[in-house]
C-alpha cells in the first residue's frame, strides 16, 4: 500500500477562546485510526500545534510543552509511524525542540512529490516574521476578551493580502507553489497554510491543498500516485 493521506492546520491549542482545533479528542483520534487504517504515510503538513497564541510573548517552547500535556493521546500518536511531521508557521518553534523540516520530498513510481506548509509564500513570514509572530500573538489575546468578531476583521484583511483563492487563475499563492514545484523539479506540490483546500491543475503540474482540520472540520487529501489518484476530502 503506497497510499498517502496529509491533514493540516489543526491549531491545537490548550483549550480556551483562543484554540481554534474545535474537536473532542475521542472523536479526533477515531478520524486517525481511520487514516492509519487506509494509508501507508499520513503526513502532518505544518500548523499542527498553536504556539503564536501564546499568553505571553516568545514563549512558543514553553506553550508546545503545554498543548501536549493537554492532548497526551493525540500527540504520543503523532510522534509514531506512519506520520511525517513538517513545521508550519505556528508550530515553527517544533523546528528546533522536534528538528522538524520544513518539507518533505518523496517519489512513488515516477510521480515526484513535495510537501511543504506554504508560509514561506507570505513575505512578512520571510522578511519580517517577528511581525507576523506579534500579529498571532495579538490575535490570542483578542479571542481571549471574547473579542471574535474584531478577530475575524484582522483575519480576513490577512486573507485577502494574501491573496490565497480557490479558483487557480486567481490565486497568487498556487502560482508561488508551482513555481516550486518547478524548482524542485516535483510533478506535484502539496501545502497548507491556506485552510482552503483545493485540487487544481497547472499544465503538468498538479496543486494540492490539505484545508484544515481546525474549527471542528475534518479535511484532508488521499494521494495514490501509482494510481494517479489525488483527491480532497470533507468528510470521512
Known amino acids: 500500500m503506497s497510499a498517502i493521506a496529509v491533514i493540516s492546520d489543526l491549531h491545537l491549542g490548550r483549550r480556551g477562546p483562543a484554540d481554534s482545533f474545535r474537536h473532542d479528542d475521542a472523536d479526533f483520534l477515531r478520524f486517525l485510526d481511520f487514516l492509519e487504517g487506509n494509508f501507508a504515510s499520513v503526513v502532518l503538513l505544518g500548523d499542527v500545534w498553536e504556539t503564536l497564541r501564546c499568553r505571553r510573548p516568545r514563549a512558543q517552547a514553553a506553550e508546545l510543552g503545554v498543548v501536549r500535556s493537554v492532548h497526551p493521546e493525540i500527540a504520543a500518536r503523532f510522534r509514531q509511524p506512519p506520520y511525517h511531521y513538517i513545521h508550519g508557521n505556528h508550530d515553527l518553534v517544533s523546528a528546533v525542540v522536534d528538528r522538524a523540516p520544513d518539507y518533505w520530498a518523496t517519489t512513488v513510481g515516477k510521480t515526484h512529490l513535495y510537501f511543504t506548509h506554504g508560509h514561506a509564500y507570505d513575505w512578512h513570514w520571510q522578511r519580517a516574521r517577528w511581525l507576523g509572530e506579534l500579529g498571532s500573538w495579538a490575535g490570542g489575546w483578542l479571542l481571549r476578551m471574547r473579542m471574535r468578531a474584531v478577530f475575524k476583521t484582522f483575519d480576513k484583511i ?79
Open 158 to 236: 490577512d486573507n485577502r493580502v494574501r491573496g490565497a483563492r480557490s479558483e487557480p487563475e486567481r490565486c497568487a499563492f498556487q502560482r508561488w507553489a508551482v513555481g516550486v514545484a518547478r524548482s524542485r523539479e516535483a510533478d506535484v506540490i502539496v501545502t497548507g497554510h491556506t485552510h482552503i483546500g483545493v485540487r487544481a491543475e497547472h499544465g503538468d503540474k498538479l496543486f494540492l491543498n490539505s484545508g484544515s482540520c481546525s474549527q471542528g472540520e475534518f479535511q484532508y487529501l488521499a494521494l495514490e500516485p501509482s494510481q494517479g489518484t489525488f483527491a480532497l476530502h470533507t468528510t470521512w
